[in-house]
């Protein structure tokens, strides 16, 4: 038997792909039309956003908690949450969880230090490129990390909350993104991970001029392995 997988969720669009990624690539493992068991549950992200903007942790980990508790009623036997940006609240919640958790960043630094790569550029909201989430676990791999300038961390910020989680994927904003990494390969980066969990539904491998560590499929991966290997 398969482990009951719990996806404490976010915004819809990335949450709404690690779920189709356990359920698609779990038949591929289980046989056709298989996959674990998968419940998920979110809050209103605009219930995120008002502790974000106040830069208070504690209260993104308590909306956190709340969803981890829920899913554990639900019979869930471990959790992961399709949002880079809330796991600057991570420490916060683990140790008292009702579940363990995969960590997002985790699953892309191991993929990158597994890879090779030594330096990783990092896209993502404009406080998940500014904290501590990607840097402290690229680091414990013994890999450097780069972020835009701050016009393009603003302006990237600006596409991910006014288009992506609203499923709006325009190609200026694809071209933008490009222009983006393209830079970050000038500075040295030989990877850039996609740190806001809708960039990979907008940049894919064939539009990247620098390979694409994709945070949300790679967790997705981690939670189906998880779920049989263990």
């Avoid at 997988?5 to 698609?24: K, N």
Wanted: glycine share 6%; hydrophobic share 40%.
């Amino acid at each position: 038997m398969a482990q009951h997988i719990g996806i404490v969720a976010c915004s819809a669009e990335g949450a709404a792909l690690c779920y189709r990624t356990i359920c698609l690539e779990g038949s591929a493992r289980m046989g056709p039309h298989n996959h674990p068991e998968v419940s998920l549950h979110t809050h209103p992200l605009a219930d995120y956003m008002r502790f974000i903007a106040e830069n208070d942790w504690a209260g993104v980990a308590e909306l956190m908690m709340s969803s981890a508790e829920k899913l554990a009623r639900a019979g869930a036997d471990f959790l992961v949450c399709p949002d880079n940006t809330i796991h600057q609240a991570f420490d916060l919640v683990a140790h008292r969880s009702p579940r363990p958790w995969l960590h997002i960043a985790q699953e892309a630094a191991v993929e990158a230090h597994r890879k090779g790569y030594k330096r990783i550029g990092v896209l993502g909201t404009k406080c998940l490129m500014e904290g501590p989430v990607y840097p402290e676990r690229l680091k414990a791999e013994g890999i450097q990390h780069r972020i835009p300038s701050l016009a393009e961390r603003e302006r990237i910020n600006q596409i991910i909350f006014d288009e992506l989680v609203y499923a709006k994927f325009l190609p200026q904003s694809l071209a933008y993104f490009i222009e983006v990494v393209r830079r970050l390969k000038d500075e040295g980066c030989d990877a850039v991970v996609l740190g806001c969990t809708e960039i990979p539904l907008l940049v894919t491998p064939e539009t990247s001029s620098l390979p694409t560590l994709d945070s949300t499929r790679l967790l997705a991966r981690a939670a189906l392995r998880k779920a049989i290997e263990d």
